[in-house]
C-alpha cells in the first residue's frame, strides 16, 4: 500500500532558528514528492516539487532534499519566521496507471513562537 | 485572476440533506479534483476530472456525485448527507495529471453534519 510518514506531528521553534522536517515514503513506482504548505484555514499551497532525478530544490528559506534510493526527503527552513507557523504536508505522485494520484502525509504541524 | 474559488466557504446540515458544493478556476486547466481533510489524516481524493464531460472515482467517492459540464466548473454533490461526512473539502486543479504539474488548491469548504 502506498504510505506517506512524516515527522515529527508537531514541532516548536524559536523564531529565526532552523528546522528540517521529514518524510518518508512507500509509494512505487514514484514520479515526483512535493512539498505544501498550509496555513490555518487555508488551502495547501506548493512549496517545491521534485523528480526522482533532483537531490535538491530551493524555494526561498526552503530547501527541500530527495533521497530516491532510501525514500526519504526533508525539507528545512532557514532563519524561521513568525509566519512559517503551518502545516507542511509531504505529497508523493504515483507514476502507475492514473499518475495524477497523489498521496498525502498527515503533515507536521509547525509553531514558530517569538 | 482567482485561481480556485470554493462556493460556500461553512455549510451546516442535518442527516437526510443534500448540498452541492461548487468549484471554479479561471487557469484553463484541464484535471480538477475534490479531497476532502479530516483531522489527523492527509488529504485524500473523493473524485477528479480529466476534462470537461468526464468523471472518476478517487479513493473515497461513497456518498458523494460529481459533474464537470463545464471546463472551469466541477461540481460536488451530498445527496443524503451523514455525519461521517462532517469535513473540510478541497477543491483543486492542475494542467495536467501526468508529470510534475502543480496542483492549485481553493480555500476549502467547512462541512458540519448534524
Known sequence: KNQVEQSPQSLIILEGKNCTLQCNYTVSPFSN???YKQDTGRGPVSLTIMTFS?????????????????K??????????????????????????????LTFGKGTKLSVIP | NAGVTQT???????TGQSMTLLCAQDMNHEYMY???????????????????GTTAKGEVPDGYNVSRLKKQNFLLGLESAAPSQTSVYFCASSYSGTGGYEQYFGPGTRLTVT
Open chain 2, 34 to 52: 475534490w479531497y476532502r481533510q479530516d483531522p489527523g489524516m492527509g488529504l485524500r481524493l473523493i473524485h477528479y476530472s480529466v476534462g470537461e
Open chain 2, 8 to 14: 460556500p466557504k461553512f455549510r451546516v446540515l442535518k
Open chain 1, 54 to 70: 533532483e537531490n535538491t530544490k530551493s524555494n526561498g528559506r526552503y530547501t527541500a532534499t530527495l533521497d530516491a534510493d532510501t
Open chain 1, 33 to 35: 514528492l512535493r512539498w
Open chain 1, 72 to 101: 526519504q526527503s526533508s525539507l528545512h527552513i532557514t532563519a524561521s519566521q513568525l509566519s512559517d507557523s503551518a502545516s507542511y504536508i509531504c505529497v508523493v505522485s504515483y507514476s502507475g496507471a492514473g499518475s495524477y494520484q
